[in-house]
C-alpha cells in the first residue's frame, strides 16, 4: 500500500503530523506499506543529490528506528523519496509521536516534520526488545563473519607452524640418532689390547722383547713439535711421493723358468 506524503524541513505540518489522524499500522505489517514521500523546504522541492537520506522513529517499547537501508531516492532533483515499513517498525502496539525523515551532507543536516503513527495490536504477537539500526547490524554480521574466517585462518597457520615444529623435531631426532651411530662406529675402531687374539699378542710381547717401543696415540702426538707439524704438511708429502714414483719405482723384464709355467710366484726385490 502506498501512502502519499508531503514532508518539510522546515517543519509544516502534513495531514499525518499529530497523533489526531495518525497513520495506522499492525503489529507485524512488514513491506507491505510505503511512504512515498516528496520532501520540500519552504514549499520548494529540495534537491537530494548527493544526500544521506534517513527514517528515524521511536517505538512504543523505547527501541530506536534509525534506517537507511530501507529507504530509496525515486529522483534525487525532484526531492521523491519511499520508505518500505519493516517489521522492526511495527514490533511493538502503541503510538510512535515521533518519526521523521532526516536529510544529511557533510556538516550539514535537517530533518522534516513529524508523522504520526499508531500501531494497533496483533494476535499471538512475539515481540523482541531492541534498536533497529541495520546498517550497524549489518556491520556487526560483517565483523563476525570476519572474525569467523580469522579465526578458521588462525586455525589452519597453526596446524602448519605445528607440523613445520613437528618436521624440526622428527629431523633433530634424526640428527641425534646419526650422531649416535657415528660415536658407537668410532667406538667400535677402538681396539682394547684384551681384545686382540693370543697371536697378535705373542707378536707385540716379541717385538717388545726386541726393543720396538709401543706408543699411544697421545704420546705420538705429544713426541712430535709443532715446528715439525709445520714442515709436515700437504706440499710436503706430495713431494715425497713424487720422489717415490720418480727414483724408488722402475719397470722391469724378467725371464721365468719353464717350470714357473701355472704356478704363483712370489718375488720380493731389494733395491
Known amino acids: ?39 520540500r523546504q519552504g514549499g520548494a522541492v529540495l534537491d ?48 510512535i509521536p515521533t518519526s521523521y525523515i532526516r536529510i544529511s551532507s557533510g556538516d550539514w543536516s535537517a530533518s522534516t516534520g513529524n508523522i504520526a503513527i499508531r500501531v494497533v495490536p496483533s494476535v499471538a504477537i512475539e515481540a523482541t526488545g531492541g534498536d533497529y539500526i541495520p546498517e550497524i547490524d549489518h556491520l556487526i554480521n560483517a565483523l563476525e563473519a570476519q572474525r569467523v574466517t580469522y579465526g578458521n585462518a588462525e586455525d589452519v597457520r597453526a596446524s602448519e ?33 684384551d681384545d686382540l687374539t693370543d697371536d697378535a699378542k705373542e707378536k707385540i710381547a716379541a717385538m717388545a722383547s726386541a726393543g720396538v717401543v709401543f706408543a699411544t696415540h697421545a704420546e705420538i702426538d705429544e ?12 706440499d710436503e708429502q706430495r713431494r715425497i711421493d713424487a720422489d717415490i714414483e720418480k727414483h724408488r719405482k722402475a719397470d722391469g723384464l724378467f725371464q721365468l723358468p719353464a717350470s714357473a709355467a701355472g704356478r704363483e710366484v712370489l718375488s720380493l726385490i731389494h733395491i
Open 223 to 234: 713426541a712430535f713439535s709443532d715446528a715439525y707439524r709445520a714442515l709436515w704438511n700437504d
Open 161 to 193: 607452524w605445528q607440523a613445520i615444529m613437528d618436521e624440526v623435531i622428527n629431523a633433530r631426532g634424526r640428527a641425534d640418532s646419526a650422531a649416535d651411530r657415528c660415536e658407537a662406529a668410532l667406538a667400535s675402531l677402538k681396539v682394547d689390547y
Open 48 to 95: 537530494l543529490t548527493g544526500m544521506t537520506v534517513r527514517f528515524y522513529a521511536l517505538r512504543p517499547d523505547g527501541g530506536k528506528v534509525i534506517d537507511g537501508e530501507n529507504v530509496a531516492v525515486l529522483s534525487a532533483p525532484d526531492g521523491i523519496v519511499q520508505y518500505t515499513v519493516p517489521a522492526k517498525l511495527t514490533q511493538a502496539a502503541g503510538d
Open 1 to 39: 500500500m502506498l501512502i502519499d506524503l508531503t514532508l518539510d524541513i522546515e517543519k509544516g505540518t502534513n495531514r499525518f503530523s499529530t497523533l489526531d489522524n495518525p497513520i495506522t499500522l499492525r503489529q507485524q505489517d512488514a513491506e507491505a506499506y510505503v511512504f512515498n514521500v516528496n520532501l
